[in-house]
């Protein structure tokens, strides 16, 4: 599998195909018995999962995972040390919405504003491939559309994506 800077990939799959296994074992949180995970040309698969995001290798994992007790500019800085309110930026540009949620607790957001956040937070990282899993997952049509329109932004900014979904029309449309 091959994917060049600003090239969306969709991977496919019913519920319990190994999508999110897959995304499991390339951010190193399974170990690989063989192969090769590369990225820019870097191998990655003998390192650490921490040193793989430093590297670019960053997931948006399905159903958001936000900390409900933290706000949502908290969840958004998780990662980055001592971020500033010009560190949310990229974040906040890409998802407008958020900029009134900022102070708001995610235990208080909906489905859609969580996945917006959980986009959000993986940006931070400065994504060289960025691993969205089920972006479309238990959205509303309006925010499935909006998610959509998210990643095309950041396809148009050069970033690399693989996105695991079942939802094939919503895969079509990014």
Known sequence: LSIEAGEVVGLM???GAGKT??????IGMLSNAQGSIRLCGQELAAMPSHERVRQGLVISPSGGRLFKSLTVAENLALGVPQATAAD??????LFPELHNLKDRYAGK???GERQMVAIGRALMLKPRLLLLDEPSEGLAPIVVLRVAEAIKTLRET??????AEQNVKFTDTV
């Open 88 to 93: 949310l930026e990229p974040a906040l540009t």
């Open 21 to 26: 296994t897959f995304f499991a074992s390339l």
């Open 109 to 111: 957001l909906s489905g």
């Open 13 to 15: 799959g019913r519920n």
């Open 158 to 163: 050069g970033i690399a994506m693989l996105v």
